[in-house]
């Protein structure tokens, strides 16, 4: 038994000269050195070649890079008009097409990267509903974290559709109470932890009487 644990102990200093020589020091405690440096530049690029004579509005775009939401600055096409769509809901509806289009080679070569899904369209306000109401065609609650977190965000630096800063009303696409979203910085640094349940925001009013309603 006293061989076995003088051998043990004759190993042990060995390997603690092993490792001296190669400049590690031994140790038992586990070193946190935290998180890998990010690769990503998070540059934001120039306008993308071909948008400098697109017909359109310089907008803020917010894109992911490095976990974070960075504003991007895009010329955006005016969008088509439609019959029953209001400006409030025709810029939306851009915004959100700017958002749901894949980043450029650019973009994405700084590390740009977008969570919006595909097909999300914008629609009008519901009698009722506060001024500058937005209505989605999904439930903004049922929405990626991410993805509402950038919807948010884009739609909050827009004048045409935010009145100045505070929150942006959203709706779904049935007869549900819309509500209100904050583009705040924790937001903006922590999208994928951005709340998806919004604040909920009373009706403006009773539903405006239609045309062809009789007087009292």
Do not use: H, Y
Not at 81 to 98: D, F, H, I, N, S
Not at 196 to 201: D, R
């Amino acid at each position: 038994m006293a061989a076995r644990t003088r051998r043990a102990l004759w190993a042990a200093g060995v390997l603690s000269l092993v490792l001296s020589g190669c400049g590690i020091r031994a140790t038992t405690v586990p070193v946190d050195v935290g998180p890998a440096p990010s690769r990503v530049s998070c540059d934001t690029p120039d306008l993308p070649p071909g948008q400098s004579g697109v017909q359109g509005f310089r907008a803020k775009i917010e894109l992911v890079c490095g976990s974070q939401l960075v504003a991007v600055e895009r010329v955006v096409p005016v969008p088509e008009k439609r019959t029953g769509r209001e400006p409030v809901t025709l810029v939306a509806q851009a915004l959100l097409e700017e958002l749901e289009r894949t980043p450029s080679e650019q973009e994405r070569e700084g590390g740009f990267t977008t969570g919006v899904p595909d097909g999300l369209t914008a629609a009008p306000a519901r009698p009722g509903d506060p001024a500058g109401t937005v209505r989605l065609s999904r439930k903004a609650e049922d929405l990626p974290p991410v993805a509402l977190a950038q919807i948010v965000c884009t739609l909050s630096a827009s004048d045409a559709v935010s009145a100045g800063p505070g929150p942006v009303v959203l709706g779904g696409p049935d007869a549900d109470p819309p509500r209100a979203w904050e583009c705040t910085e924790a937001v903006r640094n922590r999208p994928e932890s951005a709340p998806t349940l919004g604040e909920l925001v009373r009706p403006s009013g009773s539903p405006t009487p239609s045309p062809g309603a009789s007087g009292s």
